[in-house]
């Protein structure tokens, strides 16, 4: 993971994110803030990690474009 993203531009992708998918942000902020694996977020929204890993692959695309 990437330890040199700006936190207030990331915050500002992740509102935007959120407009979009709820879920997405909601799974990036956990990852980015809370520094939970994807194990733990599987853990965590009582969801399995397969689900958590496809949602986060897309997140991070989504957000990946927002800040470049």
């Not at 935007?16 to 709820?22: C, D, E, H, N, T």
């Amino acid at each position: 993971m990437r330890t040199d993203i700006d936190a207030e531009a990331l915050h500002a992708a992740l509102e935007r994110l959120a407009a979009v998918s709820q879920e997405h942000a909601h799974r990036a902020e956990l990852r980015y803030f809370g520094g939970l694996t994807l194990d733990e977020i599987a853990v965590v929204q009582g969801t399995s990690p397969a689900t958590v890993k496809r949602s986060w692959r897309a997140a991070r695309a989504w957000l990946h474009d927002a800040l470049t």
